[in-house]
């Protein structure tokens, strides 16, 4: 990739920042050496990315040069008898047959009685246990954020059941509240002890759209979800810290609720959806991006040209001051990428000046 194309941004800084300035000053829209990076993974994907890189499964974040590390809940994994369902700290159990996330048992399902419900205790001792060793062993190097992934809509739907979540939302919208309302009382507890732990922002990841349109309409989506995904972003917000958050497909009628209730970078900016002009236009410099780079058709069907052309078009469209921008495939890379690929995605970010 030629000079014309990504222009070295160290005339802007004499020295290199680490990872967590360097994403703190992109989320800020300003100067930067290089833009920031990242590029997350399958467990399946990451055997097979350390395999072809030579590095351990423990090695690959810096080998990758991400910049981002995530914090999640220490809790006691279990799996059902037949070995077919991983649940999560919620209890909602996950398809262990599966690459991706697949919901395969909601405990509300058959018995949605909120008050019998085993609620998880966001006070629990040790919950935070691997997250205060790894922001300790950081040290103030990479960024750091809690992951609340499927924080508030697909954490009730995890819960009751998609088709049951969305019959409740439109025939029962009491209930559905209730329980949305009781997602959010634990989140915000949460919320406030990883601050106090020190994070550097908040990551969410609710999906709200599909390919061609929200999965609800947008007036549902501020009735019920808006006020209480307000209440999981506010300590954030309160604390001055920057909130990514993450939400798929065709979101364009509430992006700018979303940025009203302190949303700081949009992820995933997926190119089949979402269209990086537009971005710019509405938002210009309030929104910052991560993302950009397609993991539905360029990173596992797209040839290695094809890749850095990806890369390209996200950065002079989504950063032309060259800032503003985390760039990284849209989301977790599965193992059905070419490892041909990935090292064309390094060698595009290799121009980015420097990064390795």
Known sequence: MDEATFPCYNDAMNTELTPRVRVLRAIRHEPVDRLPTQINYTGKMG????????????QLPDRLDNHLLRLDLTYPTRESDDGVARFDWWGAGFDTREEGYFVCVSPLQQNPDLDAFAWPDPYAPGLLDDARQLVKANAGHRFVAPNFGWALFERAWSLRGMVEFFMDMAGNPGYAAELLDRITEIQVVLARRFIELGVDGGYFGDDYGGQVNMLMSPQMWRKLIKPRLDRMFAPFREAGLPILMHTDGRVEPILPDLVEIGLTVYNPVQPEVTDFGWL??????RLAYYGGISTQSTMPFGAPDDVRAAVAKAVNELAPERTGLLIAPSHRMMSDTPIENVRALLDAFAALCGAH
């Open 47 to 58: 055997e097979k990315l350390a395999a072809a890189l030579g590095v351990s499964i423990a």
């Open 280 to 285: 710019r236009s509405v938002f210009g410099n």
